[in-house]
């Protein structure tokens, strides 16, 4: 500083606001990162309990199911979720194997959550 003036010179402004914006630009981005988690999260508990409200409908439903596949939509959370679900023989012949997949979409393209669950002849 020169002649006893007091206060800061331009490029200590300069850096201190370069230091400012590269920390609030992380900070940012962080916050970015964790949204998007906390959102994935939320859609892959839904799209679970979607998947398990299948799965007892198909134990609860009569008569026993044949190997087949077949669609269906569900709400939850106040969104619809968009499901699949197969019935497989198994080993056993008093068993059947369920597969229940749900998607976010019509299309049906990526599952969000997949569950599998077996039904026992009654």
């Given at each position: 500083m020169v002649g006893?003036?007091?206060?800061?010179?331009?490029?200590?402004?300069?850096v201190a606001t370069a230091i400012l914006g590269i920390a609030l630009g992380a900070l940012v981005?962080?916050?970015g990162s964790?949204?998007?988690?906390?959102a994935e999260?939320?859609?892959?508990?839904?799209?679970g309990?979607?998947?398990?409200?299948?799965l007892a409908e198909?134990?609860?439903?009569?008569?026993?199911p044949e190997p087949d596949t077949w669609r269906g939509e569900s709400t939850n959370g106040g969104r619809?979720?968009?499901w699949e679900a197969q019935v497989r023989t198994t080993e056993m012949a008093a068993m059947r194997r369920l597969e229940v997949r749900v998607?976010?979409?019509?299309?049906?393209?990526?599952?969000?959550?997949?569950?599998?669950?077996?039904?026992?002849?009654p």
């Open positions: 006893g003036q007091r206060g800061f010179t331009l490029l200590e402004v300069l981005s962080s916050a964790t949204i998007r988690g906390t999260l939320r859609d892959r508990t839904e799209a309990w979607v998947a398990m409200n299948v198909q134990r609860l439903e009569e008569p026993w619809t979720w968009f998607h976010a979409s019509s299309d049906r393209d990526d599952a969000i959550v997949e569950r599998v669950g077996f039904l026992e002849e």
